[in-house]
């Protein structure tokens, strides 16, 4: 009888920050997020909303302090690119579901403006029926383990927002016609069913056969970083990799507080000074420089919204390997 060769136990590490992941195909959000999460031996992570494994693109890991501000990935803009297959529908509206119809594409039906139309028909508010091959939630069960059943469950409309879109006529293998979208949309929207009902008010159905998120909440796929090329890198080099926390706060009014009123902050007490009214504002401390937390500031107070807490500011002033790392916002108020 031969011995099981012991387990070799990761040693985790406190890791503060944002790594902007270009997520492969066939890896769901939590696949990525783990194999991530493993590579930089952090001890707290989390993603910023799923994306399909038959989807690629920008996926936002947050780790330690930076979990506490994913709700505002979740909640951002997205930009997707898109392929949409015409003339066949399927099970989970792309490409890994079953064929459900085949139906004749007259190419000299989709004209400009027959495109311009459908453009124009998805844009600005609609209302979207999630697919039943998703993870929302029906009595405490995601629906695609309904649908994996052979289980429909009746789901209302959701109304969501088309910022813009734009609709090309392409072709995909053998000279199939497809449709190639470029959307940025509200959270919730679902591509998937985007193109299903593209094809539908084209009479001829479609499913996807391509989809790639290129940008969420300003963040485009160009400063993001592969799986293959974390995993062919040093340590130190992937560490470099994660952003600081305030990449998340990028559209935020910026405050700064002396010593004494940073501590008073952290403690959760209002702050006094001369603050125009803004919803959403990043507060940092001037001496060390450093990331306090989150506020909004009405009528002259500044109040806090999530804060970070000590340990996690003196972790992130010495960083991963207990290095200075600076935290100095870009500019104060």
């Not at 289980?151 to 813009?164: C, F, G, L, N, Q």
């Not at 084209?202 to 963040?219: D, M, N, P």
Request: charge should be neutral.
């Amino acid at each position: 009888m031969t011995e099981r060769a012991p387990r070799i136990r990761v040693q985790r590490r406190p890791v503060h920050g944002v790594l902007l992941l270009d997520k492969p195909l066939g890896f769901s959000s939590n696949d990525a997020l783990q194999k991530v999460k493993w590579l930089l031996r952090a001890e707290k992570a989390g993603h910023t909303g799923t994306l399909d494994p038959l989807a690629s693109g920008v996926l936002p890991l947050c780790f330690g302090a930076a979990t506490k501000f994913s709700q505002l990935q979740l909640d951002a803009p997205k930009t997707y690119e898109a392929v949409a297959l015409l003339g066949v529908t399927t099970s989970t509206g792309d490409a890994e579901g079953e064929v459900l119809q085949r139906r004749e594409v007259d190419p000299a039906q989709l004209t400009p403006e027959r495109l311009a139309a459908v453009q124009a028909q998805f844009t600005g508010p609609i209302r979207q029926v999630p697919p039943m091959h998703s993870a929302l939630k029906k009595d405490g069960k995601a629906l695609y383990e309904y649908a994996r059943a052979g289980v429909e469950v009746e789901r209302p409309a959701r109304d969501v927002e088309i910022h813009a879109l734009n609709l090309a006529l392409t072709q995909a293998g053998q000279a199939q016609p497809a449709i190639k979208i470029r959307v940025q949309c509200s959270k919730g929207t679902y591509i998937r069913t985007l193109g299903e009902d593209i094809g539908q008010a084209l009479g001829c159905g479609a499913h996807l056969s391509f989809l790639r998120r290129v940008e969420t909440g300003g963040i485009g796929v160009a400063r993001c970083v592969t799986l293959a090329q974390l995993e062919a890198m040093a340590e130190d080099e992937r560490l470099a990799c994660v952003q600081p926390v305030q990449t998340l706060l990028a559209g935020h009014a910026v405050v700064t507080l002396n010593e004494q009123d940073a501590g008073r902050f952290l403690s959760g007490m209002r702050r006094r000074g001369p603050w125009p009214d803004a919803g959403a504002v990043a507060v940092y401390a001037e001496h060390p420089p450093a990331l306090l937390g989150v506020a909004h500031a009405r009528q002259g107070e500044l109040i806090p919204d999530r804060l970070l807490s000590p340990l996690e500011i003196q972790q992130i002033l010495q960083g991963p390997q207990g290095a200075p790392c600076g935290a100095e916002p870009s500019k104060t108020h």
